[in-house]
């Protein structure tokens, strides 16, 4: 089996959706203070939920529903395909409902519970900060492409750019896909490196009460 790892690391220089991200690591205790043989590095960690590649549960835009906590592992681990539009995409592009029945003309329906990603390319800046973020202008999710998606009763969706939706002023794919009851992840690394399907992913966010958002360990199983 090949192990992709799909996640990037967090650093406070990486690309955040807001500017100034607020990400620290912080130690608390260093070994240079402590007594041989008890020595240890301590440290507290300080960040936005929704920061590197992470998930957006329900719960983010919809009152009531769902946090990361009350999703379920069976949701979170399971067969996945990468619809590649990396060819098309640019800024201002919006992924259309035809290059879903596309995809489905060379692969077959989409089954239910699946998680889908979008590989849009657009990670080939992601060490350009300034350039991914873009004034929040990048390669994104048409509404009526989610609205078929959620038709077709996927788990999830995924993207390899800061968010399903572009521009910063409206959130169509946000309301329509946690308002099914799905979730979102965005901010995927190493798209590039995954088959269209035939494998499985395990999308392992930190279990935390009550939150709306959390970093995720993005894990693929060829």
């Known amino acids: 089996m090949n192990i992709i790892d799909l996640t ?7 690309p955040a959706y807001d500017l100034d991200c607020k990400f620290e690591l912080k130690t608390l205790t260093d070994y240079k203070n402590c007594i041989a043989p008890n020595i240890f590095c301590t440290q507290q960690i ?12 329900p719960a983010h835009c919809i009152p009531g529903a769902r946090t990361i906590d009350k999703l379920e592992i069976g949701e979170l681990v399971i067969n996945c395909i990468v619809i590649n539009v990396s060819n098309e995409a640019n800024e201002h ?5 035809s290059t879903v029945k596309q995809f489905e003309s060379q692969h077959g329906k989409i ?32 509404e009526d492409t989610a609205k078929l ?3 077709r009763g996927i ?30 992840v965005e901010n995927i690394a190493n798209t590039q490196k995954l088959l269209p399907t035939g494998f499985k992913i395990f999308i392992l966010p930190a279990k935390i009460k009550d939150a709306t958002e959390a970093p995720v360990r993005l894990i693929a199983l060829l």
């Not at 960040?47 to 998930?55: E, N």
């Not at 699946?114 to 390669?139: C, M, Q, S």
């Not at 788990?155 to 979102?184: C, E, I, M, Q």
């Open 93 to 97: 592009y919006k992924i259309p409902p």
């Open 46 to 57: 300080t960040m936005p939920g929704g920061f590197g590649t992470h998930i957006d549960a």
């Open 8 to 14: 990037h690391t967090l650093t406070s220089n990486i």
């Open 155 to 184: 788990a999830g969706l995924g993207t390899d750019t800061l968010s399903a939706d572009s521009g910063g002023k409206d959130f169509p794919v946000h309301r329509t896909v946690l308002g099914a009851d799905k979730y979102l």
């Open 149 to 151: 998606l959620i038709e």
């Open 111 to 142: 089954e239910p519970n699946t998680f889908v990603i979008f590989y849009t390319g657009w990670d080939k800046h992601w060490n350009a900060p300034e350039k991914y973020r873009n004034n929040l202008l990048f390669p994104s999710i048409h």
